[in-house]
């Protein structure tokens, strides 16, 4: 069987090369970003999503940002850079990667800032590279590391997309799936369309189906029936923030599916790598929420399905409580029971 | 404050006019039913959905139904009404009120097989007038019997729509909320968008904007996070089949909506006439649950939103187990912790 991987995101010729994730399934589409006003915007609407994504794209946009810089010495590049970052970092305020993946620019910098400028951005461009590589690696070692949870036959629920459009190679949550299959288990999945934007059903259902999985599209509000009714062997999604004590942002409808998971005794699994936990904050209580446009809602694909100017309630994420999660898969290993103690052991001081 | 009625059906010169709700509320558009195959059609794509309308536009089709029908006897008239009804009675399995509303034109007739044809024929037509002027009454009834359920300046969250386009009058579910108001009590509402068909922003959150009651629209699966971040003082929804123990099927979402407000001890209740209750079966394990199409998960106003060919699960109910209901509210009294024992004791013989 052969398991994806999309390019989705490439420099080419100096311009940022990606999938208007928007338009799939319908439409399979590279726009190329020459400017970082572009790339703000393929973040802030979601042509590029998905928290690793976000973070690899942020690296990218940061090389085109201080491209045609000029700058006399490295401070006066840096604050050119910092210009750049803080911009980027505007765009979309829950996943941590994005800030993770402008720190890691800034660093760089930093510990080369006795070299040439012009120098210090081939580095910066090696370092948006390199920051794509490893997510193809951390997908793998997730993958891995996630596969033995999942026995031959096993049927998941999934929410979102957090599968080869969302990473530099074959997902987190998608992960754990795909190497199960790598590994020769038979695998079914249901997959929420994820409303309001329907990752679930454009981009979830489309990788699994592309891949050979078997695969069901449901609304978010049928997982509840679906694991009351069918057999449901656990829960696999990714996450935007982990805190220090284990509780998740993820998309809008997470909590929610963990509640209900819960109550069917069905393990739910959050995959995650390093750069997803954030030990600088206690409790998911700090993790900030994105509210979107109202239209999201209110249309979909252009049509209007609500009446004229109702008032919307439009949370991108939500936070699942640590104690709703059975483990979170990361590169470096499962933290079983996720809590402060268990995940400090295993991350540690992030990278 | 004008609260509404929606006069959304009626008979009009030997036809059924009524409102197309699949077209709300872009287009208020009446249509004209004049045989049972249009009538039919209208109950099973949804032109009138909700377990009272349904129940209500299956009487007046009966009324169509036998209109043209010649029969010498009584034996004959009542075979031909017996196929009327049972072609109604196939456009859809959950909602007990529409089996409920069959037999009761039937048993009319039975009751007056010494009348000449014709009279009876007028006594159908008054029969299914009364089940209308009937359900109007109990809308009030039920409104009256749950307003003082919620307190003023109570936010409440809804699922689907439980209203005037789903009942005689203003509702059930609805009703508790527009009675409150019309006691003078400041309430609002986070009305759930109902993923497939959207009842809750095409039609709930237009009944209640229209209304001027403060209503804000949410995707299905923001509800928890709703809960968690709001101040939410309980939910209020429609039943399309209570069974004898209180295990109550309404539309897919509401078991969900039920596990998630357990989580967070925010009162569930349930409003429903005594027509809705089937106490020929013990549990809900015995309600048959309607799949629908594929289309109505891929699709949203002919847009496709998922992958060709892609495998759905569509269940248009779910069951709700009575354990997690607070109390039912009916027009009879309001039932608090329903089990057998207490639904008996309200509802006891049904009419």
Chains 1, 2 share one sequence.
């Not at 999309?6 to 940022?16: L, S």
């Not at 970003?33 to 928290?51: F, H, P, Q, W």
């Not at 951390?138 to 599968?163: F, M, P, Q, Y």
Request: glycine share 6%; proline share 5%; hydrophobic share 40%.
């Amino acid at each position: 069987m052969p398991l994806p991987t999309i390019e989705w995101i490439g420099v080419v010729d100096g311009r940022i090369k990606l999938i208007d994730q928007t338009l799939l399934p319908n439409e399979l589409k590279y726009v190329y970003c020459d400017d970082i006003e572009s790339i703000y915007n393929a973040i802030k609407t979601l042509m590029v999503r998905g928290a690793p994504a976000i973070g690899i794209a942020a690296a990218m946009g940061t090389v085109i940002g201080i491209k045609n810089k000029n700058a006399v010495n490295f401070e006066s590049f840096f604050k050119q850079l910092k210009e750049v970052t803080s911009y980027l970092g505007s765009s979309r305020p829950t996943a941590v990667n994005l800030f993770w993946s402008l720190k890691r620019m800034e660093d760089t910098a930093l510990r080369n800032s006795d070299k040439p400028i012009s120098e210090i951005k081939d580095i910066l461009l090696n370092e948006a590279k390199t920051i794509l590589e490893e997510d193809k690696e951390i997908c793998r070692k997730i993958g891995e590391n996630g596969e033995n949870l999942l026995e031959d036959g096993s049927c998941v629920i999934t929410h979102c997309n957090a599968g080869g459009l969302a990473t530099g190679d074959y997902g987190t949550a998608l992960a754990v799936i795909f190497a199960a299959v790598e590994k020769g288990k038979n695998i079914r999945v249901y997959a929420d369309e994820t409303r309001p934007l329907l990752q679930g059903s454009r981009l979830t259902a489309w990788e699994l189906k592309n891949a050979g999985i078997d695969v069901t599209l449901i609304c978010d509000n049928m997982a509840a029936h679906t694991m009351k009714t069918k057999k449901i062997d656990c829960v696999v999604v990714g996450s935007d923030r982990i805190a220090a004590n284990g509780d998740a942002a993820n998309k809008i409808g997470t909590y929610s599916l963990s509640i209900i998971a819960k109550e069917h005794n069905v393990p739910f699994y959050v995959a995650a790598p390093a750069s997803t936990f954030d030990l600088s904050i206690v409790s998911g209580d700090e993790i900030p929420i994105e509210e979107r446009s109202p239209d999201e809602v209110t249309s979909i694909s252009g049509n209007k399905i609500a009446p004229d100017d109702i008032k919307v309630f439009n949370p991108a994420f939500d936070i699942t409580p640590a104690s709703n999660i059975k483990a979170i898969i990361t590169e470096r290993g499962v933290i079983n029971s996720p809590n402060t103690e268990n995940i400090k052991n295993i991350i540690g001081n992030k990278p």
